[in-house]
C-alpha cells in the first residue's frame, strides 16, 4: 500500500488552516506576550530536529516518504530518543506557532496534525519496518518510545 497523501501535505494544511483560524475565529487569547514570544524556540527547535533526523536519512541514501521500501534503520541522534523525530520536530513547530499566535483555535492545528500522524502514518510505517526488519526492529521499538 502507498500512501497518497504525505506528512508535509498535512502539516502545511494544518498550519494554514491554524492561521486561518486564529485570525477569523481568535476564541480566547490564551497567551500573551511576552510568553507568545517562546513560539519561536518551539519554531526552531521543531526545524532542527525535523532536520537532523531527515539529514540522517539522507545520508544513509534512505526514501524519507512513508512506504517506500527501505534496506536500513537510522537508530541514531534522534532515533535514540524518539522513534518518530520528524513527525515530533513538525508537530512542535505547529505548536511552536499557536504558542506564537496565542488563540485557543490556533492550537486545533497541532492537535489535528498529532491526531492524523499517530492514527494513519505511524501503524502503518510501524507494520511496514516490522514487516521488513523483524526482530531488529521490534527490539529497537521496545527500547525507543513512539514520541518521547
Known amino acids: 500500500m502507498k500512501l497518497k497523501i504525505i506528512p508535509p501535505v498535512y502539516f502545511f494544511s494544518f498550519l494554514f488552516l491554524m492561521i486561518v483560524f486564529h485570525f477569523l475565529f481568535p476564541v480566547k487569547m490564551i497567551i500573551q506576550a511576552p510568553y507568545s514570544y517562546l513560539g519561536v524556540l518551539l519554531i526552531l527547535g521543531g526545524f532542527s530536529l525535523t532536520s537532523w533526523a531527515r539529514e540522517l ?10 512506504g517506500e521500501e527501505l534496506k536500513d534503520m537510522v537508530l541514531s541522534g534522534p532515533y535514540c530518543f524518539s522513534r ?3 513527525y515530533l520536530g513538525m508537530t512542535l513547530v505547529l505548536l511552536g506557532g499557536s504558542v506564537g499566535l496565542g488563540s485557543l483555535t490556533s492550537f486545533l492545528g497541532p492537535v489535528a496534525f498529532f491526531i492524523v500522524i499517530n492514527l494513519i502514518f505511524i501503524p502503518f510505517e510501524e507494520q511496514k519496518l516490522g514487516s521488513t526488519f523483524g526482530a531488529r526492529y521490534l527490539a529497537y521499538k521496545n527500547k525507543v518510545r513512539r514520541w518521547l
Not at 57 to 64: E, N
Request: aromatic share 8%; net charge positive.
Open 84 to 86: 518518530n523525530p520528524m
Open 57 to 66: 536519512f539522507r545520508m544513509k541514501d534512505l526514501p524519507v516518504r512513508p
